[in-house]
């Protein structure tokens, strides 16, 4: 099983060219994979499901 250790979202504000925005990766198996880039900031969730 892949150990995904960390999700992050970055903001990213460009001063130079007056934009801003989002880098969101996540950290598998000690690699940093990128997911996307946004230039609205995303929403994040969190669901549990329990299972018996």
Known sequence: MDKIT???IQE???L???KKYF???YVKNEKIE???KSSIK???YRQVA???
């Open 34 to 36: 990128i997911i996307g």
């Open 12 to 14: 990213i504000n460009d």
């Open 6 to 8: 960390e999700i992050r």
């Open 42 to 44: 995303p929403q994040c």
């Open 50 to 52: 329990t299972y018996q």
């Open 16 to 18: 130079e060219n007056n």
């Open 23 to 25: 880098f969101i990766y």
